[in-house]
């Protein structure tokens, strides 16, 4: 029996890294301390009360009592909501308490009964901590029971032998028993945590997150075709590969991440305390440190939902990653406020555009070239909601792609009827673009798509893109507005001189047009024309046609003129309106324009 005890024993620290308890990352250690330090300061005071008069001294004994109570009242109620580290703090503390009260008990007898309290230590330890950090704690207790009641005159050394040796004998088995409980949660490939594990661990995770604090996220990953990997060079190939990755992973996760292996080639990640960015820069530095390639889906926790919710969404994420052409990662948000909520249930039904007129400058009466699309939603928890701020809530949501091709294949219907009242000339259809949507796998085939069954030309399409996202680094998005340009739509960037472009990037520019942000013309009034002037003149050099946005003055507009912008848009000449307003009035301005006689659209009707 002893070599079979021997035996595990032996297991259980060779394994040490993956053979702990299941509790070793539970957050019920601290209440679990909490017990034993209030069971074992309410055994101490006992004997306190009861122990005869005699050296040493019964208030010190009586005060370390009345602490070890406290703290661990302290403890169970308070104690899940600390750091862990409080929890290994006071497992530590403790065999010193003990064996202060050990010394300062007064009689002998009273030092034997506060000798086995010792037990309590190596058990905590023994169930929270890993092996080899399990047996430092059990330890230090043995050696503290000895020195302890070796010191006192009045017993024997070997008298805290048998309190010692139950403490190392309870410690050990415990050790052992909750190294086999962990075992049924441990793939025995990759040494990682299995489903059965994973899960576990991620409900804890979920108990013990804070609602108003950063979510815990999950990440699951899939070696792309491991199967073809698995029948061409065999399984045991197909496992060194599952085992390199396993290593390699486990190797570079932050210490309180949780890796595990959930499926056949599915390893799941659990990050805490990371936003839903870094999660996903975490999961590429994994993609990157591995000589396979695979496909990763994340997703963070809804406060309120069951981890299994949140688990089939990180599924929905991985299967979009897989679906748009495997080797990425693509993010299923799990930020959804009640306003999101709202936008998610009503986006379709009750979702409008409105349309701004962009006209020329250049050419006289100031006709009307373009028209932008800018989406227009009324929400019943906020009806004072803008849409800028609704972009936002869909962009921190993960509904902006879906924001963004609705609102494309919306303006894509509806500038038919616009172009039929508009005349034969062809006009421009602008429509925004978040560069979240950019960077979506699946943008480029949703714009083909609506193309292709709106039958609206790409040519008269413009997708504007704000300057941050054509930045130099982000090389998805450059990627997408390049096959955008190669598809002959045309690129303008939004909102110009509101983001950290440098002078020399304009050249390099994936660009067309430039939008010129509202604040540079509203600022011409009180801060002169000289820096509008300075672009007007960048734009011709470059050979990139500008438009000066958030025009709403005539003066504003003579000014713009004069330094040669050739286009502009801003409530001067027209505000957004729906599209059948639209069609009224380029109805009105050509049929009043066929009465005079002029070929095309006259200037928009200012408001
Ligand atoms: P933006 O693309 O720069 O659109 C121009 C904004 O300026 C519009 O605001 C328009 O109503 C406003 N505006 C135009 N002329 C004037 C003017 O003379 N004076 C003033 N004060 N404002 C003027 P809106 O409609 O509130 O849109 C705000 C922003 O929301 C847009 O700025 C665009 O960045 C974003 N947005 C709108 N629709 C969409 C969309 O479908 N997708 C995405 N991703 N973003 C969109
Ligand atoms: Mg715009
Ligand atoms: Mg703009």
Redesign the pocket.
Same mark, same amino acid.
């Given at each position: 029996m002893i070599r079979g005890l021997f035996r595990e024993v032996t297991r259980t620290f060779q394994g040490s890294t993956v053979r702990s308890s299941p509790l070793v990352y539970s957050n019920f250690m601290q209440t679990t301390t909490g017990v034993f330090y209030f069971g074992g300061g309410s055994v101490g005071l006992v004997v306190a009360l009861m122990m005869a008069d005699g050296p040493g001294s019964r208030v010190a004994v009586v005060a370390l009592s009345t602490f070890a109570i406290t703290a661990g009242l302290i403890m169970v109620r308070w104690g899940p909501r600390m750091p862990r580290i409080v929890g290994r703090v006071m497992l530590g503390l403790g065999p010193f308490v003990i064996a202060t009260a050990i010394v300062a008990a007064t009689d002998s007898f009273g030092a034997i009964a506060l000798s086995v309290l010792y037990v309590l230590v190596a058990t905590d330890a023994a169930l929270f901590c890993p092996p080899v950090e399990a047996s430092l704690y059990i330890a230090v207790s043995i050696v503290c029971s000895l020195v302890s009641v070796a010191s006192r005159a009045d017993l024997a050394w070997w008298v805290g032998v048998p309190s010692a040796s139950a403490t190392l004998l309870i410690g050990i088995s415990t050790l052992v028993l909750a190294g086999w409980a962990g075992n049924a949660e441990i793939d025995g490939l990759t040494g990682l945590l299995n489903r059965r594990g994973f899960d576990r661990a991620l409900r804890n995770a979920i108990s013990a997150a804070d609602p108003d604090g950063i979510p815990p996220a999950v990440v699951f990953f899939d070696i792309d075709h491991f199967k073809r990997l698995n029948d061409i060079n065999g399984h045991s190939y197909g496992d060194e590969v599952l085992v390199h990755v396993a290593r390699t992973w486990s190797s570079l996760i932050p210490p309180s991440a949780r890796l595990g292996r959930y499926g056949g080639d599915e390893f799941a990640l659990l990050l805490v305390g990371m936003r839903e960015a870094a999660v996903v820069s975490c999961a590429e530095t994994l993609r990157d440190s591995v000589n396979v390639r695979c496909s990763a889906g994340a997703t963070s926790w809804n406060p309120g939902e069951s981890s299994s919710l949140m688990t089939g969404r990180a599924d929905v994420a991985l299967y979009r990653a897989k679906n748009s052409g495997r080797n990425r990662i693509t993010l299923e948000s799990g930020h959804r406020t009640p306003i999101a909520a709202e936008f998610q249930a009503t986006m379709s039904s009750g979702m409008k555009l409105?349309y $701004?007129p962009i006209v020329r400058l250049d050419q006289p009466d100031n006709p009307i070239v373009a028209v932008?699309?800018?989406?227009r939603w009324e929400s019943a928890l906020k009806p004072d909601l =803008? @849409?800028?701020e609704l972009?936002e809530i869909a962009e921190a949501s993960g509904l902006?792609v879906d924001? !963004?091709s609705l609102?494309l294949r919306r303006a894509c219907e509806e500038a038919h009827e616009l172009q039929a009242a508009f005349g034969t000339e062809p006009l421009q259809l602008h429509?925004?673009?978040?560069g979240l =949507?950019l960077i979506d796998p699946r943008y480029l085939d949703t714009v083909s798509r609506v193309l292709m069954e709106t039958g609206w030309p790409a040519t008269q399409l413009i997708i504007?893109v =704000?300057e941050t996202v054509v930045d130099a680094d982000n090389s998805a998005a450059l990627n997408c507005l390049d096959k955008l340009r190669e598809g002959g739509i045309r690129i303008a960037i939004? !909102?110009f001189g509101t983001g950290y472009s440098s002078l020399s990037r304009l050249q390099s520019l994936p660009a067309d047009e430039i939008?010129l942000d #509202?604040a540079f013309v509203a600022a011409s009034s009180t801060h002169g024309a000289s820096l509008l002037g300075a672009v007007a003149v960048l734009g011709h050099g470059l050979h990139m046609p500008t438009i000066a +946005?958030?025009? +709403?003055t005539a003066d504003e507009a003579r000014l713009l003129t004069d330094l040669g912008y050739p286009m502009a $848009? #801003? *409530? *001067?000449f027209g505000k @957004?309106v729906s599209c059948e307003e639209l069609v009224r009035r380029f109805r009105d301005d050509l049929s009043s324009a066929v009465a005079r006689s002029v070929p095309r659209p006259a200037a928009f009707p200012r408001q």
């Open positions: 409105a $701004q932008e699309a800018l989406i =803008t @849409p800028m972009i902006i924001l !963004d609102v429509v925004n673009v978040s =949507t504007e =704000t939004d !909102d939008k #509202g +946005e958030r025009v +709403e $848009q #801003g *409530f *001067f @957004p």
